[in-house]
């Protein structure tokens, strides 16, 4: 079965330092794609990034960036410069075909990151 | 543009009652998906519909309904709520199913069954 895992809880980060937010993921399908959401205290979700299975490339997006390593199957978010606005929830996501069921997301358990002043 | 819009906000329900929950994108999008947010967790697919006339399940259906009403449109009816359907509940679109197509989320509706 298709399955992410998230394993901090909660994280503190200084402002205007880089942290790292791990992710793992488990998928026999060779075809996938991650996505990195965050979720500010307002509740809404925010896309923040994506990978696909294939690309060569870390995706990166601004201050975010993806260390993509297939395989040891993470993708773990990286956030350069800290700012209080990225005090939130971040919610790892993987995507698999159309096929199953309708290209559903799959989602973490989530890490709550607290960014110090 | 709006993006995905999400009716109502909050709403609080006693147990038996029923009520719908709207939801709308103004993107063009084909596919079109309900999720539950509970406490300490991520997100789970209710149903989903992949174009306009189609709507199938997905990993927790038990309890809910849903309408592809037209391409914009895509609501989920509670017949029945009961207090395990306590939740959040998001409404996504993606312009298809495909894996690297971004889904795009509503504000979400806090729902809370008494």
């Known amino acids: 079965a298709q399955k992410i895992t998230q394993t901090q809880p909660g994280m503190f980060v200084q402002e205007k330092e880089a942290v790292t937010l791990d992710c793992t993921y488990d998928t026999s399908d060779p075809s996938y794609g991650l996505f990195w959401y965050k979720q500010p205290s307002s509740g809404e979700m925010i896309f923040l990034i994506y990978q696909g299975s294939y690309d060569q490339q870390n995706a990166t997006e601004g201050r975010y960036s993806l260390n993509f390593q297939k395989a040891r199957k993470s993708a773990n978010l990286v956030i350069s410069a800290s700012q209080l606005g990225d005090s939130a929830m971040y919610f790892c996501a993987m995507r698999e075909a159309p096929s199953n069921q309708g290209g559903k997301l799959i989602f973490g358990q989530g890490t709550e990151l607290s960014v110090k002043p | ?114």
Request: aromatic share 10%.
């Open chain 2, 1 to 114: 543009n709006a993006g995905v819009t999400q009716t109502p906000k909050f709403q609080v329900l006693k147990t038996g009652q029923s009520m719908t929950l709207q939801c709308a994108q103004d993107m063009n999008h084909n596919s079109m998906y309900w999720y539950r947010q509970d406490p300490g967790m991520g997100l789970r697919l209710i149903y989903y519909s992949a174009s306009e006339g189609t709507t199938d399940k997905g990993e927790v259906p038990n309890g809910y309904n849903v309408s592809r009403l037209n391409k914009r449109e895509f609501s989920l009816r509670l017949e029945s709520a009961a207090p395990s359907q306590t939740s959040v509940y998001f409404c996504a679109s993606s312009t298809t199913g495909d894996l690297q197509e971004t889904q795009y989320f509503g504000p979400g509706t806090r729902l809370l069954v008494l």
